[in-house]
């Protein structure tokens, strides 16, 4: 029976999943191993759960399981990781992402398999042109994500793709005229033109926050989130 991690170290594992390649290089070198993850639900999660605390407890009983969400925050102690990604500011802009794919169109199963479908097209884009970067809408963004979550299959299926993990960066955010990602948005959307698809197809897509993404350019700011690199 797997374990299950408890809701902090899950959502920060889920942050460090979404930059693949840090990933991998990071398990290697703090615990010498690749380390796969699945998603549980219902009573498997919880079943992972029990496993886990009974687990955490005799290794750490000093250390509670599960952080107490009533409690007061305290200051961080002393510590320092050796996981080198910055994994704080990740979880800042992984909030923002959860945000803008919270809306319940983004539980829709017809929405989703559309997705699915755009996603495919995205990682045939960068097959074929391994040289340039492009910015994904987010709807196929959250698809993209869902794949990571699974590290030995998206190790797999991105290598026979394009010969090497498939790298997501969601750190380029500077919307700047003539910056990295003004540039690389201007290029996925005549790269999917080219080939009869229309980047923005999916009404949803244009769907934007109102306090946690700047309105400058809605276009981008709107659709877009991440910036793919080779």
Known sequence: MQSEAPLDVAWVWHVHMMSPVSYQRECNEIVSTRLDHNILIGDQRLQGLVKARALWEKLYPEEPFEVDLTAPVCDAPDFQSRIEYDIEAACARQRVFNYQV??????DMKFLTEAVERYKFHLNLKQQNPELCFVPCYDFDLIWHAHQLYPFIYTQDTTEIQGEVYNHNDSVNDLKPGSQLIKAETVTREKWK????????????????LHLVP??????????????TS
Not at 194 to 209: D, I, Q, T
Request: hydrophobic letters at 35%.
């Open 102 to 107: 919270s809306l319940p169109y983004f539980s």
């Open 194 to 209: 080219n080939l009869g698809h229309n980047l923005h197809l999916m009404e949803p897509c244009f769907v934007e926050s």
């Open 215 to 228: 309105r400058k350019n809605p276009l981008i700011t709107v659709c877009m989130q991440h910036l793919s």
